[in-house]
């Protein structure tokens, strides 16, 4: 597994893949050609069918700022290695003096056409498993968060005091804001409505919702976020993690160590499956972002790491084959919502393991092979492109 740094990264929204990886790989072919009079981006796949929604043409313009560059959508073509495709060329005067096929495989990552999708490659961990995780953290008798200082060093603490820091602006700037989201679909932000809610009749639901909006219609509003794995699914942590500790008055380095521990899941989960929702659906965000949620939860609530990775699991059972059909190709409808629902299911699951204990048969393990499995065989129009579901039936 790589640093759970992979996992946990500022930017603008809406989306990780479709606006954050598109931005970081236009800045590196820019640098890279600065000689260049012009570019162009030519986007396949997923990026092509819902990159309008996403604002991906917008963001690649945005970071080529004064450069000209052309952004074309080719509906056609898709690339087996991954739907995310993006090639870019750039031209001094009439010549073409340099193009890259890049791809953006999620969470804001990039890979090379064909480089090796060696999901063990930049590890910094010994396991790339939970269960071996187990069997380690059990012998040396250490929690979660101890295993991931172990392998990440001091420096992660820093780091995501700084996501902390975020994560906590970006709630508060989405609780004060009112208004429409852009785009079209003339979705109203709810959050602030939510929140004075909570402030007249104090109960956890309201402010678990008001959160969760908060940080979502930010991310719909192309502001700047965390990823918690992904931008779409970016309220579900926050919301669990802010709404615990506002209501348990517990302080920040607790909050860091449960980030700790929502990391490493959501780190075992991009090391073995993806989540990216144009890979496998929405189960690998939504659902991923709940398992993240869940786990960390049940960290702050004293849990075992066998009652955390039972956590984990329910979380992500339970979203299994969960489809990924955003309408118009916005990150409104359903994911607003949906990180609303994810984020109470997170509060759910970790009642549930304190009525039941750690006992159970499938394992995380085996739930993000299930995950994965399930997301590959799902039809294209279920993966990011706004052909098939919700998209389809809004519109008729
Ligand atoms: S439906 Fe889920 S996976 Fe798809 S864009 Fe929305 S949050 Fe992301």
Redesign the pocket.
């Known amino acids: 597994m790589e640093s759970i740094k992979e996992i946990f990264k500022i930017g603008y929204g809406p ?1 990780s893949s479709h606006t954050m990886g598109p931005a970081i790989a236009s800045k590196k072919f820019l640098d890279k050609n600065p000689q260049a009079t012009h570019f162009k981006c030519i986007l396949y796949g997923s990026l092509a069918q819902t990159g309008k929604g996403h604002l991906t043409d917008y963001i690649i313009k945005k970071t080529f700022g004064d450069k000209k560059v052309e952004v074309v959508f080719d509906y056609n073509k898709v690339y087996e290695y991954h739907p995310n495709g993006m090639h870019f060329f750039a031209y001094k005067d009439e010549s073409l003096v340099d193009d890259w096929l890049v791809f953006s495989v999620g969470g804001g990552s990039l890979k090379e056409h064909n480089e090796k999708r060696d999901r063990f490659y930049n590890t910094i961990y010994p396991h790339q498993k939970m269960n071996n995780i187990l069997d380690y953290t059990k012998k040396i008798n250490i929690s979660f968060d101890e295993y991931v200082l172990k392998y990440e060093g001091e420096s992660i603490i820093h780091y995501l005091y700084n996501i902390l820091h975020q994560m906590k602006k970006t709630v508060n700037n989405g609780l004060f804001t009112d208004g429409i989201l852009p785009g079209g679909l003339k979705v109203r932000r709810k959050a602030s409505k939510f929140y004075a809610k909570y402030m007249k009749n104090p109960c956890l639901e309201y402010l678990v919702y008001a959160y969760a909006l908060a940080s979502s219609e930010e991310n719909a509003s192309g502001h700047i976020i965390v990823t918690a794995p ?1 931008c ?2 970016c309220g579900v942590v926050s919301a669990v993690l802010l709404s615990y500790q506002k209501l348990n008055q517990i302080d920040d380095e607790k909050l860091v160590k449960a980030l700790m521990v929502a990391g490493l899941i959501g780190n075992l989960v991009k090391t073995n499956a993806s989540i990216s ?1 144009a890979e496998v ?2 189960q ?3 659902g991923v972002a709940c398992s993240m949620a869940a786990a960390a939860l049940s960290y702050l609530t004293g849990k075992t790491n066998e009652e955390i990775e039972y956590a984990a699991e329910i979380a992500l059972e339970h979203h299994l084959g969960m489809t ?3 309408v118009d190709g916005l ?1 409104q409808i ?2 607003i919502e ?1 990180n609303a629902v994810a984020s109470m299911q997170a509060y759910n699951i970790e009642k549930y393991i304190e009525l039941t204990g750690s006992s159970h048969s499938i394992t995380l393990d085996s739930v993000i092979s299930v995950m994965d499995e399930t997301g590959r065989d799902m039809h294209a129009k279920y993966r ?1 492109t706004s052909t098939g579901g919700l998209a389809i039936h809004k519109k008729g």
């Open positions: 989306s992904t779409g699914s929702g659906g929405c690998g965000e939504i990924c059909d955003p990150v359903p994911c949906r990011e």
